[in-house]
């Protein structure tokens, strides 16, 4: 089994063939099987279109509801949803960051099933280089607008396109400050104009009713999470500089 060219090189034009071929594509689990370093039920699927001249199958992550673990502070069942609403909010802000994700019926029940990007495992946050700066602020300001509470070092993978990318978002979005992140590098720097552009749209899309994104939200998330989407948007736009630690944890572990 080779995986596609486009879990080797997915750009944005990509992205809507990739997500038709996530959501229709006919599913086997792949020989890896079980990712196990995943607190939650993981498995590596290829995803094959019936189409005369079809390209090769897809490789992708796929996360059945029902192997969530239960969590006290998060309701049970939402977590496969919460990694669909990242991808849209990063889909949104055209950030690029959480690779092509849909909501869908699989071998194990419903779930997420996420595009796999091929990457070297031993590259993660910690190994990264000075160029990487501007997508690491994209992504530390991504982390605090969905609440995102466990952003490992491992949880920042670089494409074989040198694009960097963040995956498990499954906890996010709650209503309480929940950011857990190795990502303090901008703290208190100021957020550069063209991000909080960015960000101001976002917020017009989230608080218009009649936006698609706002419509899909309602179907993901609680109308209080989406209150406290939106009340985090004003802050950072308002301050127009990147988060502090506050009180509490707010690293998490283990940091990898």
Known sequence: MTDSEFNRVCRPQDVPRILRWLAEGRMREAHQGVLRWSSNSTFLVTLALDEPNAPEALLAVYKPQRGERPLWDF?????????????LVSQALGWQIVPPTVLRDGLRGFGSVQLYIAHNPEVNYFTLDESFRPALMKIAAFDYVINNADRKGGHCIVGEDGHLWGIDHGIGFHTAPKLRT?????????????????LERLYCEVETPTEPLRYALNELLAESEINALLARLRKLIQRREYPRPGPGPNYPWPPV
């Open 182 to 198: 190795v990502i303090w590098d901008f703290a208190g720097e100021p957020i550069p104009q063209d991000l909080l552009a960015d």
């Open 75 to 87: 309701p049970d069942g939402t977590l496969c949803r919460r990694e669909y609403a990242a991808f």
